[in-house]
């Protein structure tokens, strides 16, 4: 899939700005403290984690082999993977730790760097997109703030079900993004808990969710950032 769309760049001269976003598990997890750099090594440990890693260099080729020669701009960002029956939330490992974020960040973030090198081309590179680390929690604090905030007496429990590896901790380092264009993530944890609750509370209900979007869409980018 990523080859194609590298081809279909190629061929078509009108495209001046191309993103790929692939994931924050395209790194080789070594399970350290600090957050991944854009440098570091590539090789996700599970099949769709490496198959985002395949992704990023098939995407590096077509730069060095034909991109820096076009007057196409071209990057790729690392973002994380973004109660109705009232029954318990199954956690499978409530100690790892992600860079959860509300979807507006990365979304926000994604448009950001597209059209600033869309305006100038030296702007295209590599970038992490993730909280900071104040906001950089565990599966099974993330999943306390939300039943606290759906409320209706809501749990979860935690269940290993023996599934596929996963790493226990993993955090992006932003600094890139952040030096670059000035970029900083505008709703901490608690405002993206809320917000998502929000608006999966009117999901459920058949509310307004264009309403519901837009209202939150504004509120984000009144947001001081």
């Not at 090198?117 to 295209?124: F, G, I, P, R």
């Not at 952040?178 to 608006?199: L, M, N, Q, Y």
Request: proline residues 5%; glycine residues 6%.
């Amino acid at each position: 899939g990523t080859v194609n769309i590298c081809e279909c760049v190629r061929i078509n001269p009108c495209v001046k700005s191309f993103l790929n976003v692939t994931t924050d598990k395209v790194y080789e997890n070594k399970e350290w403290a600090w957050g991944y750099r854009e440098n570091e090594p590539l090789d996700g440990y599970d099949p769709y984690s490496n198959s985002k890693s395949c992704s990023e260099l098939v995407t590096h080729s077509y730069i060095n082999s034909f991109f820096n020669d076009m007057p196409v701009a071209v990057s790729t960002a690392r973002a994380g993977n973004a109660a109705l029956k009232k029954e318990d939330i199954i956690v499978r490992n409530p100690h790892s730790t992600r860079p959860y974020q509300h979807v507006l960040e990365p979304l926000a973030a994604y448009l950001l760097i597209a059209m600033k090198q869309y305006e100038d081309k030296s702007y295209a590179g590599f970038y992490n997109v993730g909280p900071d680390d104040c906001d950089c929690v565990t599966t099974g604090k993330l999943v306390d703030m939300f039943c606290e905030k759906w409320g209706e007496g809501i749990h979860w429990r935690n269940r290993y079900d023996g599934g596929p590896h996963e790493a226990n901790f993993l955090k992006l380092d932003c600094s890139k993004i952040k030096g670059v264009f000035g970029w900083k993530p505008r709703w901490g944890i608690e405002d993206a808990i809320t917000k998502t609750v929000e608006w999966s509370k009117i999901y459920y209900a058949n509310g307004d969710i264009p309403a519901c979007m837009d209202k939150q869409i504004k509120e984000f980018f009144e947001k001081e950032n």
